[in-house]
């Protein structure tokens, strides 16, 4: 590992996730210790309140989070404002179809902390027929904010009823 490690250094990585089980804090904390390049996680993380542990033991140098995994764009917000506080980058998870992509880009778009936008590659691939917008990266490298009102990306009720099957009650 920790040769792995030095090489992603003298490639001039941006972070290197979850390089080992999140469940060993004393392992990230003596791998973050000895690189350059920050360790990054979050992803495997269950509860907002536990990321503080990581944070205070020096597991990490860059905090991630997966909405659904810690309490929605709520429990997003408080992970980001305690890495806000120890002056920590932190990157919402962003895998999925629009509404995975936009509950975590409102969460970036409202965080003073977060400086990437992650993209399911190849863009569209996690495309629906039943939402009407779609996020994607523009020719200049950004992601237009929405404009709609909820998450800002709408759903296309009548694809949707074509869609269903069977409605069970």
């Given at each position: 590992?920790?040769?792995?490690?030095?090489?992603?250094?003298?490639?001039?990585?941006?972070?290197?996730?979850?390089?080992?089980?999140?469940?060993d804090i004393d392992?990230?904390?003596?791998?973050?210790?000895?690189?350059?390049?920050?360790?990054?996680?979050?992803?495997?993380?269950?509860?907002?309140?536990?990321?503080?542990?990581?944070?205070?033991?020096?597991?990490?140098?860059?905090?991630?989070?997966?909405?659904?995994?810690?309490?929605?764009?709520?429990?997003?917000?408080?992970?980001?404002?305690?890495?806000?506080?120890?002056?920590?980058?932190?990157?919402?998870?962003?895998?999925?179809?629009?509404?995975?992509?936009?509950?975590?880009?409102?969460?970036?778009?409202?965080?003073?902390?977060?400086?990437?936008?992650?993209?399911?590659?190849?863009?569209?691939?996690?495309?629906?027929?039943?939402?009407?917008?779609?996020?994607?990266?523009?020719?200049?490298?950004?992601?237009?904010?929405?404009?709609?009102?909820?998450?800002?990306?709408?759903?296309?009720?009548?694809?949707?009823?074509?869609?269903?099957?069977?409605?069970?009650?």
């Amino acid at each position: 590992m920790a040769r792995v490690c030095k090489r992603l250094d003298q490639l001039d990585y941006v972070s290197y996730e979850d390089p080992i089980p999140t469940s060993d804090i004393d392992g990230l904390a003596q791998l973050a210790q000895a690189l350059d390049v920050p360790i990054t996680i979050g992803e495997f993380i269950v509860s907002p309140y536990d990321y503080a542990e990581y944070i205070r033991r020096g597991a990490c140098d860059v905090v991630r989070f997966v909405v659904d995994n810690i309490g929605g764009i709520t429990g997003g917000m408080k992970v980001a404002r305690l890495a806000e506080c120890f002056g920590m980058e932190c990157q919402p998870h962003n895998w999925g179809t629009a509404l995975d992509h936009a509950v975590h880009f409102h969460c970036e778009l409202a965080m003073p902390n977060n400086v990437w936008f992650e993209m399911t590659q190849p863009q569209g691939i996690t495309d629906r027929p039943y939402f009407k917008d779609r996020i994607r990266i523009d020719k200049e490298g950004y992601v237009p904010a929405p404009t709609k009102p909820g998450l800002g990306y709408e759903i296309d009720r009548d694809v949707l009823d074509n869609l269903t099957k069977q409605i069970e009650r």
